[in-house]
Protein backbone atom coordinates (compact mmCIF):
# COMPACT_ATOMS: atom_id res chain seq x y z
CA UNK A 1 0.00 0.00 0.00
CA UNK A 2 1.81 3.41 -1.01
CA UNK A 3 1.64 6.35 1.34
CA UNK A 4 -1.83 8.15 0.14
CA UNK A 5 -0.49 11.59 2.10
CA UNK A 6 -3.54 14.19 2.36
CA UNK A 7 -0.35 16.47 3.45
CA UNK A 8 3.18 17.48 4.19
CA UNK A 9 4.66 20.14 6.06
CA UNK A 10 7.57 21.72 6.92
CA UNK A 11 8.31 23.15 10.20
CA UNK A 12 10.97 24.86 12.32
CA UNK A 13 11.64 23.65 15.70
CA UNK A 14 9.21 26.30 17.35
CA UNK A 15 6.08 24.78 15.17
CA UNK A 16 6.05 27.70 12.31
CA UNK A 17 5.36 26.52 9.19
CA UNK A 18 7.52 26.81 6.73
CA UNK A 19 6.14 25.36 3.97
CA UNK A 20 3.09 22.89 3.34
CA UNK A 21 0.89 21.16 0.46
CA UNK A 22 -2.22 19.68 0.66
CA UNK A 23 -2.48 16.97 -1.79
CA UNK A 24 -6.02 15.71 -0.57
CA UNK A 25 -9.44 17.10 0.88
CA UNK A 26 -9.79 14.62 3.76
CA UNK A 27 -8.15 16.60 5.96
CA UNK A 28 -8.40 20.44 7.40
CA UNK A 29 -6.37 22.65 7.10
CA UNK A 30 -5.81 22.85 10.66
CA UNK A 31 -4.33 20.05 11.37
CA UNK A 32 -0.88 21.29 12.21
CA UNK A 33 -2.51 22.50 14.99
CA UNK A 34 -3.14 19.54 16.18
CA UNK A 35 0.75 18.21 15.72
CA UNK A 36 1.95 21.33 17.71
CA UNK A 37 -0.74 20.65 20.87
CA UNK A 38 -0.13 17.80 21.14
CA UNK A 39 3.15 15.97 20.45
CA UNK A 40 5.30 19.78 20.54
CA UNK A 41 4.29 20.72 23.23
CA UNK A 42 3.77 17.62 25.04
CA UNK A 43 7.53 17.08 24.29
CA UNK A 44 7.39 13.50 22.76
CA UNK A 45 8.95 14.49 19.67
CA UNK A 46 11.51 11.51 20.14
CA UNK A 47 9.45 8.60 21.78
CA UNK A 48 7.77 7.92 18.26
CA UNK A 49 7.77 9.37 14.69
CA UNK A 50 4.48 7.98 14.45
CA UNK A 51 1.21 9.31 16.15
CA UNK A 52 -2.73 9.11 16.03
CA UNK A 53 -5.12 11.97 16.72
CA UNK A 54 -8.55 12.89 16.03
CA UNK A 55 -8.39 9.79 12.98
CA UNK A 56 -5.77 11.10 11.26
CA UNK A 57 -1.63 9.38 11.38
CA UNK A 58 1.30 11.53 11.61
CA UNK A 59 4.93 10.83 10.44
CA UNK A 60 7.72 13.28 10.97
CA UNK A 61 11.00 13.44 11.42
CA UNK A 62 13.75 16.05 12.10
CA UNK A 63 16.31 17.34 9.66
CA UNK A 64 18.39 19.82 10.92
CA UNK A 65 16.33 22.31 12.57
CA UNK A 66 13.06 21.49 10.48
CA UNK A 67 10.42 18.52 11.05
CA UNK A 68 8.86 17.17 7.87
CA UNK A 69 5.12 15.91 8.85
CA UNK A 70 3.29 13.85 6.28
CA UNK A 71 -0.73 14.10 7.78
CA UNK A 72 -2.16 10.50 6.28
CA UNK A 73 -6.15 10.57 6.96
CA UNK A 74 -6.26 6.80 6.62
CA UNK A 75 -4.35 3.00 6.58
CA UNK A 76 -0.92 4.08 4.61
CA UNK A 77 2.50 2.30 4.27
CA UNK A 78 4.98 3.88 7.29
CA UNK A 79 8.33 2.76 5.82
CA UNK A 80 7.52 4.24 2.29
CA UNK A 81 6.66 7.26 4.09
CA UNK A 82 9.90 7.47 5.45
CA UNK A 83 11.79 6.93 2.72
CA UNK A 84 10.04 9.57 0.75
CA UNK A 85 11.12 11.88 3.13
CA UNK A 86 14.53 10.26 2.89
CA UNK A 87 14.81 10.76 -0.40
CA UNK A 88 13.19 14.29 -0.61
CA UNK A 89 15.59 16.02 1.21
CA UNK A 90 18.32 14.14 -0.91
CA UNK A 91 16.96 16.00 -3.63
CA UNK A 92 16.54 19.32 -1.98
CA UNK A 93 20.23 19.21 -0.48
CA UNK A 94 21.24 18.46 -4.78
CA UNK A 95 19.59 21.70 -5.84
CA UNK A 96 20.44 23.80 -2.41
CA UNK A 97 24.36 22.90 -2.68
CA UNK A 98 24.45 19.90 0.26
CA UNK A 99 22.13 22.40 2.72
CA UNK A 100 18.93 21.57 3.86
CA UNK A 101 17.92 23.75 7.20
CA UNK A 102 15.02 26.31 7.84
CA UNK A 103 17.05 29.10 5.72
CA UNK A 104 17.19 26.92 3.04
CA UNK A 105 14.01 26.71 3.17
CA UNK A 106 12.96 30.46 3.17
CA UNK A 107 15.36 31.24 -0.16
CA UNK A 108 14.06 28.29 -1.92
CA UNK A 109 10.11 28.87 -1.65
CA UNK A 110 9.31 28.82 -5.16
CA UNK A 111 11.51 25.89 -6.15
CA UNK A 112 10.23 24.01 -3.39
CA UNK A 113 6.73 24.02 -4.63
CA UNK A 114 7.33 22.71 -7.46
CA UNK A 115 9.50 20.04 -6.38
CA UNK A 116 6.83 19.19 -4.08
CA UNK A 117 3.66 19.05 -7.50
CA UNK A 118 6.71 16.80 -9.30
CA UNK A 119 7.31 14.17 -6.55
CA UNK A 120 3.93 13.10 -5.21
CA UNK A 121 0.71 13.45 -6.87
CA UNK A 122 -2.53 13.48 -5.34
CA UNK A 123 -0.44 11.91 -2.63
CA UNK A 124 1.23 9.35 -3.78
CA UNK A 125 5.02 9.29 -4.81
CA UNK A 126 6.50 9.81 -7.94
CA UNK A 127 9.91 10.15 -9.43
CA UNK A 128 12.56 11.45 -6.80
CA UNK A 129 15.57 11.09 -8.89
CA UNK A 130 17.75 14.76 -8.41
CA UNK A 131 19.04 13.05 -12.08
CA UNK A 132 16.08 13.29 -13.62
CA UNK A 133 13.92 16.28 -12.15
CA UNK A 134 17.12 18.26 -13.41
CA UNK A 135 16.21 17.48 -16.69
CA UNK A 136 13.40 19.17 -17.12
CA UNK A 137 12.90 21.65 -13.19
CA UNK A 138 16.03 23.68 -14.48
CA UNK A 139 15.85 26.50 -11.95
CA UNK A 140 18.63 27.03 -9.87
CA UNK A 141 17.99 26.83 -5.69
CA UNK A 142 19.87 29.58 -3.74
CA UNK A 143 22.66 27.71 -2.58
CA UNK A 144 24.77 28.10 0.83
CA UNK A 145 27.67 30.42 0.67
CA UNK A 146 29.27 27.76 2.84
CA UNK A 147 28.72 25.03 0.38
CA UNK A 148 31.67 24.00 -2.37
CA UNK A 149 29.37 21.47 -4.57
CA UNK A 150 29.42 22.15 -7.79
CA UNK A 151 26.33 22.48 -9.89
CA UNK A 152 25.02 19.54 -12.10
CA UNK A 153 24.87 21.05 -15.65
CA UNK A 154 21.29 19.49 -17.62
CA UNK A 155 21.48 17.22 -20.55
CA UNK A 156 19.50 16.88 -23.12
CA UNK A 157 17.05 13.54 -23.71
CA UNK A 158 15.01 14.69 -20.35
CA UNK A 159 11.70 12.59 -21.75
CA UNK A 160 13.92 9.44 -23.09
CA UNK A 161 14.68 9.34 -19.72
CA UNK A 162 12.13 10.09 -17.61
CA UNK A 163 10.05 7.15 -19.51
CA UNK A 164 12.53 4.87 -20.73
CA UNK A 165 14.05 2.03 -18.58
CA UNK A 166 17.59 3.47 -17.97
CA UNK A 167 15.82 5.97 -15.83
CA UNK A 168 19.78 6.30 -13.05
CA UNK A 169 21.62 7.14 -16.35
CA UNK A 170 21.92 9.88 -18.83
CA UNK A 171 23.13 9.30 -22.69
CA UNK A 172 26.15 10.69 -24.34
CA UNK A 173 29.04 10.10 -21.18
CA UNK A 174 32.62 9.53 -22.54
CA UNK A 175 35.60 8.62 -20.41
CA UNK A 176 39.12 8.74 -21.94
CA UNK A 177 39.85 5.99 -19.55
CA UNK A 178 36.87 3.19 -18.98
CA UNK A 179 37.68 1.60 -15.51
CA UNK A 180 35.29 0.16 -13.31
CA UNK A 181 35.95 -0.07 -9.12
CA UNK A 182 34.20 -2.55 -6.79
CA UNK A 183 34.88 -2.61 -3.09
CA UNK A 184 33.51 -5.86 -1.38
CA UNK A 185 32.92 -4.27 2.49
CA UNK A 186 32.14 -6.42 5.21
CA UNK A 187 31.79 -6.20 8.88
CA UNK A 188 31.97 -8.92 11.43
CA UNK A 189 29.08 -9.11 14.27
CA UNK A 190 30.50 -11.64 16.96
CA UNK A 191 29.75 -12.01 20.92
CA UNK A 192 32.52 -15.13 22.00
CA UNK A 193 32.29 -16.52 25.29
CA UNK A 194 35.87 -16.41 27.39
CA UNK A 195 36.72 -19.82 26.24
CA UNK A 196 36.19 -19.36 22.79
CA UNK A 197 32.97 -20.67 21.86
CA UNK A 198 31.10 -18.10 19.24
CA UNK A 199 27.88 -17.57 20.75
CA UNK A 200 26.47 -15.16 18.20
CA UNK A 201 28.16 -14.61 14.87
CA UNK A 202 27.10 -12.96 11.65
CA UNK A 203 28.89 -10.81 8.54
CA UNK A 204 26.49 -7.69 6.97
CA UNK A 205 28.49 -6.49 3.89
CA UNK A 206 27.72 -4.39 0.42
CA UNK A 207 28.83 -4.14 -2.88
CA UNK A 208 30.11 -0.42 -3.81
CA UNK A 209 30.75 0.21 -7.31
CA UNK A 210 32.22 3.39 -9.06
CA UNK A 211 32.09 3.63 -12.28
CA UNK A 212 33.90 5.81 -15.07
CA UNK A 213 32.45 4.35 -18.70
CA UNK A 214 31.62 5.34 -21.76
CA UNK A 215 28.35 5.26 -23.35
CA UNK A 216 25.34 2.93 -22.08
CA UNK A 217 27.88 -0.38 -21.23
CA UNK A 218 25.89 -3.74 -19.81
CA UNK A 219 27.71 -4.99 -17.07
CA UNK A 220 28.07 -9.01 -15.76
CA UNK A 221 28.91 -9.75 -12.20
CA UNK A 222 29.67 -13.53 -10.73
CA UNK A 223 29.90 -14.27 -7.44
CA UNK A 224 30.58 -17.30 -5.91
CA UNK A 225 27.08 -17.66 -3.92
CA UNK A 226 25.79 -21.19 -4.18
CA UNK A 227 22.57 -20.36 -5.86
CA UNK A 228 24.63 -19.06 -9.00
CA UNK A 229 27.13 -21.86 -8.88
CA UNK A 230 24.44 -23.98 -9.25
CA UNK A 231 22.71 -22.93 -12.02
CA UNK A 232 26.27 -22.33 -13.70
CA UNK A 233 26.30 -26.27 -12.65
CA UNK A 234 23.18 -26.80 -14.33
CA UNK A 235 23.59 -24.86 -17.43
CA UNK A 236 27.12 -26.55 -17.78
CA UNK A 237 25.61 -29.99 -16.85
CA UNK A 238 28.70 -30.27 -14.50
CA UNK A 239 30.51 -28.59 -11.46
CA UNK A 240 32.77 -25.90 -12.11
CA UNK A 241 35.79 -25.07 -9.71
CA UNK A 242 35.18 -21.56 -8.29
CA UNK A 243 36.47 -22.41 -5.05
CA UNK A 244 33.65 -22.42 -1.45
CA UNK A 245 30.15 -21.64 -2.31
CA UNK A 246 28.42 -19.58 0.35
CA UNK A 247 24.87 -18.47 0.80
CA UNK A 248 23.65 -15.16 0.75
CA UNK A 249 21.13 -13.99 3.67
CA UNK A 250 18.63 -11.10 2.90
CA UNK A 251 20.39 -9.72 -0.15
CA UNK A 252 18.83 -5.99 -1.71
CA UNK A 253 20.01 -4.78 -4.56
CA UNK A 254 20.10 -1.22 -6.44
CA UNK A 255 17.34 -0.28 -8.51
CA UNK A 256 19.77 -1.13 -11.66
CA UNK A 257 19.77 -4.77 -11.16
CA UNK A 258 17.93 -6.42 -13.89
CA UNK A 259 16.00 -8.99 -11.26
CA UNK A 260 14.42 -10.84 -14.19
CA UNK A 261 17.83 -11.83 -15.29
CA UNK A 262 19.06 -12.54 -11.69
CA UNK A 263 15.88 -15.00 -11.17
CA UNK A 264 17.01 -16.83 -14.86
CA UNK A 265 20.63 -17.04 -15.34
CA UNK A 266 21.81 -16.28 -11.30
CA UNK A 267 24.21 -13.24 -12.34
CA UNK A 268 23.95 -9.59 -11.70
CA UNK A 269 23.16 -7.91 -14.60
CA UNK A 270 23.47 -4.06 -14.61
CA UNK A 271 23.03 -1.20 -16.62
CA UNK A 272 25.13 1.08 -14.23
CA UNK A 273 24.59 4.70 -12.89
CA UNK A 274 27.76 7.22 -13.63
CA UNK A 275 30.03 7.79 -10.73
CA UNK A 276 29.60 6.00 -7.21
CA UNK A 277 27.03 3.64 -6.07
CA UNK A 278 25.67 0.74 -3.31
CA UNK A 279 25.02 -2.05 -6.01
CA UNK A 280 23.83 -4.45 -3.19
CA UNK A 281 23.71 -5.62 0.71
CA UNK A 282 24.02 -9.05 2.17
CA UNK A 283 24.16 -10.72 5.48
CA UNK A 284 26.20 -14.00 6.51
CA UNK A 285 24.86 -16.05 9.40
CA UNK A 286 26.96 -19.60 8.48
CA UNK A 287 30.75 -20.35 7.51
CA UNK A 288 31.87 -17.43 8.81
CA UNK A 289 35.73 -17.02 9.07
CA UNK A 290 36.76 -15.44 12.10
CA UNK A 291 39.61 -12.86 11.37
CA UNK A 292 40.87 -12.81 15.07
CA UNK A 293 40.31 -14.98 18.32
CA UNK A 294 40.91 -13.03 21.54
CA UNK A 295 41.20 -15.81 24.46
CA UNK A 296 41.34 -13.46 27.50
CA UNK A 297 42.31 -14.71 31.65
CA UNK A 298 41.22 -12.36 34.11
CA UNK A 299 41.97 -12.69 37.75
CA UNK A 300 40.62 -10.72 40.36
CA UNK A 301 43.38 -11.09 43.42
CA UNK A 302 41.17 -9.85 46.59
CA UNK A 303 39.76 -6.21 46.34
CA UNK A 304 42.99 -4.43 45.40
CA UNK A 305 44.26 -5.94 42.76
CA UNK A 306 43.86 -7.53 39.19
CA UNK A 307 45.75 -9.72 36.53
CA UNK A 308 44.48 -9.25 33.05
CA UNK A 309 46.51 -11.87 29.99
CA UNK A 310 45.19 -11.33 26.55
CA UNK A 311 46.00 -13.26 23.38
CA UNK A 312 44.83 -11.90 20.30
CA UNK A 313 45.62 -14.42 17.16
CA UNK A 314 44.93 -13.53 13.46
CA UNK A 315 43.23 -16.40 11.63
CA UNK A 316 43.64 -14.83 8.48
CA UNK A 317 46.58 -15.74 5.77
CA UNK A 318 50.41 -15.21 6.40
CA UNK A 319 50.75 -12.78 3.44
CA UNK A 320 47.77 -10.58 4.71
CA UNK A 321 47.54 -8.07 7.87
CA UNK A 322 45.22 -5.93 10.02
CA UNK A 323 46.19 -2.40 10.21
CA UNK A 324 44.27 -0.14 12.81
CA UNK A 325 43.40 -3.06 15.36
CA UNK A 326 42.68 -1.62 19.04
CA UNK A 327 41.79 -3.59 21.49
CA UNK A 328 39.55 -2.76 24.84
CA UNK A 329 39.59 -4.05 27.70
CA UNK A 330 37.69 -3.44 30.81
CA UNK A 331 38.37 -2.46 34.00
CA UNK A 332 36.70 -1.71 37.43
CA UNK A 333 36.29 2.22 37.76
CA UNK A 334 38.30 2.31 41.15
CA UNK A 335 41.58 1.84 38.83
CA UNK A 336 44.26 3.73 40.45
CA UNK A 337 47.66 2.30 38.73
CA UNK A 338 48.62 0.48 35.71
CA UNK A 339 51.32 -2.19 34.50
CA UNK A 340 51.71 -3.18 30.73
CA UNK A 341 53.85 -5.79 28.92
CA UNK A 342 53.09 -6.13 25.32
CA UNK A 343 54.85 -8.40 22.59
CA UNK A 344 53.59 -5.68 19.82
CA UNK A 345 51.77 -2.43 19.63
CA UNK A 346 51.44 0.31 22.85
CA UNK A 347 49.39 0.08 25.14
CA UNK A 348 47.90 2.56 28.53
CA UNK A 349 45.11 3.11 31.01
CA UNK A 350 41.84 5.09 29.13
CA UNK A 351 39.61 6.46 32.55
CA UNK A 352 37.31 8.36 30.34
CA UNK A 353 36.23 4.50 29.30
CA UNK A 354 37.49 2.43 32.03
CA UNK A 355 39.34 0.66 29.52
CA UNK A 356 43.49 -0.82 28.71
CA UNK A 357 43.56 0.19 25.52
CA UNK A 358 46.02 -1.73 23.11
CA UNK A 359 46.83 -0.41 19.85
CA UNK A 360 48.28 -2.10 17.00
CA UNK A 361 49.09 -0.99 14.00
CA UNK A 362 49.81 -3.29 12.02
CA UNK A 363 48.79 -6.85 12.56
CA UNK A 364 50.58 -9.89 10.13
CA UNK A 365 48.07 -12.87 9.79
CA UNK A 366 48.92 -16.53 11.38
CA UNK A 367 50.70 -14.79 14.28
CA UNK A 368 49.61 -14.13 17.83
CA UNK A 369 50.38 -11.10 20.33
CA UNK A 370 50.10 -10.81 24.33
CA UNK A 371 49.26 -8.50 26.86
CA UNK A 372 49.66 -8.63 30.54
CA UNK A 373 48.66 -6.28 32.86
CA UNK A 374 48.52 -5.51 37.09
CA UNK A 375 45.69 -3.17 37.88
CA UNK A 376 46.02 -1.76 41.46
CA UNK A 377 42.53 -0.56 42.62
CA UNK A 378 41.33 1.89 45.12
CA UNK A 379 39.99 -0.12 48.01
CA UNK A 380 36.64 1.44 48.79
CA UNK A 381 34.17 0.64 51.69
CA UNK A 382 31.54 2.45 49.65
CA UNK A 383 31.67 0.25 46.70
CA UNK A 384 29.34 -3.27 47.48
CA UNK A 385 28.40 -4.07 44.16
CA UNK A 386 31.06 -7.06 42.20
CA UNK A 387 32.16 -5.60 39.08
CA UNK A 388 30.06 -7.15 36.31
CA UNK A 389 33.17 -7.55 33.52
CA UNK A 390 31.84 -5.85 30.84
CA UNK A 391 32.82 -7.73 26.75
CA UNK A 392 36.49 -6.65 25.50
CA UNK A 393 36.07 -5.10 22.53
CA UNK A 394 38.13 -4.93 19.36
CA UNK A 395 38.33 -2.69 16.27
CA UNK A 396 40.07 -3.75 13.02
CA UNK A 397 40.37 -3.49 9.43
CA UNK A 398 41.96 -6.44 6.87
CA UNK A 399 41.92 -5.37 3.87
CA UNK A 400 41.97 -8.24 0.75
CA UNK A 401 39.93 -10.45 3.14
CA UNK A 402 36.44 -11.35 3.38
CA UNK A 403 34.64 -12.95 6.83
CA UNK A 404 32.21 -14.32 4.37
CA UNK A 405 34.39 -15.98 1.98
CA UNK A 406 32.64 -14.01 -0.94
CA UNK A 407 34.48 -13.81 -4.18
CA UNK A 408 34.12 -12.41 -7.49
CA UNK A 409 34.53 -14.88 -10.34
CA UNK A 410 34.02 -12.65 -13.06
CA UNK A 411 32.72 -8.74 -14.33
CA UNK A 412 32.47 -8.59 -17.27
CA UNK A 413 31.82 -5.02 -19.21
CA UNK A 414 29.77 -5.12 -22.46
CA UNK A 415 29.40 -1.83 -24.95
CA UNK A 416 28.54 -2.04 -28.49
CA UNK A 417 31.50 0.28 -29.69
CA UNK A 418 33.50 -2.41 -27.60
CA UNK A 419 36.25 -0.56 -26.03
CA UNK A 420 38.71 -1.75 -23.90
CA UNK A 421 37.90 -1.62 -19.66
CA UNK A 422 39.92 -1.97 -16.59
CA UNK A 423 38.92 -3.42 -13.62
CA UNK A 424 39.53 -2.72 -9.86
CA UNK A 425 38.58 -5.07 -7.61
CA UNK A 426 39.18 -5.02 -3.61
CA UNK A 427 37.73 -6.66 -0.37
CA UNK A 428 37.81 -5.31 3.68
CA UNK A 429 36.92 -6.80 6.26
CA UNK A 430 36.14 -3.97 9.54
CA UNK A 431 35.22 -4.78 12.90
CA UNK A 432 31.08 -4.51 13.40
CA UNK A 433 30.22 -5.56 16.99
CA UNK A 434 33.38 -7.58 17.91
CA UNK A 435 33.00 -8.35 21.86
CA UNK A 436 34.70 -10.97 23.65
CA UNK A 437 33.45 -12.00 27.47
CA UNK A 438 35.86 -12.33 29.98
Known amino acids: MPVAASAIYFLNLRGDVLINRLYRDDVGGNMVDAFRTHIMQTKELGTCPVR????????????SNVYIVIVVSNNANVACAFKFVVEAVALFRSYFGGAF???????????I????????????PQNLSPEILKLYITQEGVRSPFSSKPTDRPVPNATLQVTGAVGWRREGLVYKKNE????IVESV????????????????????????????????LGLNDKIGLEKEAQLKSRPTKSGKSIELDDVTFHQCVNLTRFNSEKTVSFVPPDGEFELMKYRITEGVNLPFKVLPTIKELGRSRIEVNVKVKSVFGAKMF???VVVKIPVPKQTAKTNFTVTSGRAKYNASVD???WKIRKFPGQTESTLSAEVELISTTTEKKSWTRPPIQMEFQVPMFTASGLRVRFLKVWEKSGYNTVEWVRYITKAGSYEIRC
Request: hydrophobic share 45%; aromatic share 12%.
Open 101 to 111: DEDAIRNNFVL
Open 322 to 324: ALG
Open 52 to 63: QIGGCSFFYMRI
Open 189 to 220: NLLMSSKGSVLRCDVTGKILMKCFLSGMPDLK
Open 355 to 357: SLV
Open 180 to 183: VFLD
Open 113 to 124: YELLDEIMDFGY
